[in-house]
């Protein structure tokens, strides 16, 4: 059974930064794309991030380019999304997710994905 579990939420002020984590079991991890998603109260769900499963090449979403960084440790089982320069709009709840094609990840149609961790931007 796939297991993802999401740590490093918690609230921060405009313009700082956080660290998420995200720990993968259950599944070959080096045969699976990684990624992030998000969703805020009242909105879609809405891809953030996402890497290959080498993790030399990665995607993100329009407004995260530049702020963001995915990177992964295939030795550790673990994807990590770098997020800085936050804005009060990232406020949501975000989602590590596996697929074994980082195109259902950047359409948000994972296999798998974890239960969130919150993230509290405040102005």
């Known amino acids: 059974q796939v297991q993802l579990v999401e740590s490093g939420g918690g609230l921060v002020q405009a313009g700082g930064s956080l660290r998420l984590s995200c720990a993968a079991s259950g599944l070959s991890f080096s045969s699976y794309a990684m990624g992030w998603f998000r969703q805020a109260p009242g909105k879609e769900r809405e891809f953030v991030a996402g890497i290959i499963k080498s993790g030399s090449s990665s995607l993100y979403g329009d407004s995260m380019k530049g702020r963001f960084t995915i990177s992964r440790d295939n030795a550790k089982n673990t994807v990590y999304l770098q997020m800085n320069s936050l804005e009060p709009e990232d406020t949501a709840v975000y989602y590590c997710?596996?697929?074994?094609?980082?195109?259902?990840?950047?359409?948000?149609?994972?296999?798998?994905w974890g239960q969130g961790t919150q993230v509290t931007v405040s102005s």
């Open positions: 997710a596996a697929d074994r094609r980082l195109h259902q990840i950047v359409i948000v149609s994972p296999e798998s």
